[in-house]
Every structure is written in C-alpha cells, then in structure tokens.
C-alpha cells in the first residue's frame, strides 16, 4: 500500500511559475514510477507527466512540454512538477499517481494503482 499527498497548489498568475509536490509513504518509494494528472472543472482527467522509477526517463503530455518539468528525490519519497509559463487553461485539481510499472512510465490511468487526493492550481489571467 502506498499514500500519496499533494501539496504546494494555489493561485498564480498567467506566465507565473508553480511547483506542486506530493509525498509518498508506505512503501519503498524509490521503485515507483510516479505520474501526475489534472482535471479542469467540466472536464475529464489528463496525463500531465510522468517519471521511471527504473532509469529516471521522463514523459509530458504535449500541451505542456516545455513548460512544465517533473523530478523525484528518492531519499525524500518526494515527486515534484515544477509548472513554468502558467496558463489559465492549465487551472485544474492536480493528482499524483504511483504504480510499479517497468519500462516508460505510462500516460494511462488506469496503469497507476495508487492516487493522491490532488491539489487545485488556479492560473488567473
């Protein structure tokens, strides 16, 4: 069993810069491959990024490549998304995700067995 907790959500401007953390415990986090979604109001949730927990191989959706960058420090069973050049469409409840899955970390959510219950990120234009 593995918990996730989120934190570091807010409001910022548009063009502003954010990062969204989230915590893990219960099991040997360094052998997680770690993902973060997002849901806007109305909408269904989206793959953001994602990172191996085997070679540290990252993935981003394309909406937000570029912008955004994902991390994890292992000896703080901690994964980061720091969130560059905000817009107000990337308002949304961010979740991060945990499975033990090999090779490139997976955009799907239904490969992740492990959800946090997410923090909301508002860009205000």
């Known amino acids: 069993q593995v918990q996730l907790m989120e934190s570091g959500g807010g409001l910022v401007q548009a063009g502003g810069s954010l990062r969204v953390s989230c915590l893990a415990s219960?099991?040997?986090?360094?052998?997680?491959?770690m993902g973060w979604f997002r849901q806007a109001p109305g909408k269904e949730r989206e793959f953001v990024a994602a990172i191996s927990w085997e070679s540290g191989s990252t993935r981003y959706a394309d909406s937000v490549k570029g912008r955004f960058i994902i991390s994890r420090a292992n000896i703080a069973n901690t994964v980061y998304l720091q969130m560059n050049s905000l817009k107000p469409e990337d308002t949304a409840v961010y979740y991060c995700?945990?499975?033990?899955?090999?090779?490139?970390?997976?955009?799907?959510?239904?490969?992740?067995?492990?959800w946090g219950q997410g923090t909301y990120v508002t860009v205000s234009s």
């Open positions: 995700a945990a499975d033990r899955v090999p090779g490139l970390p997976p955009a799907l959510e239904r490969e992740y067995e492990y």
């Open positions: 219960g099991r040997t986090f360094s052998y997680y491959t």
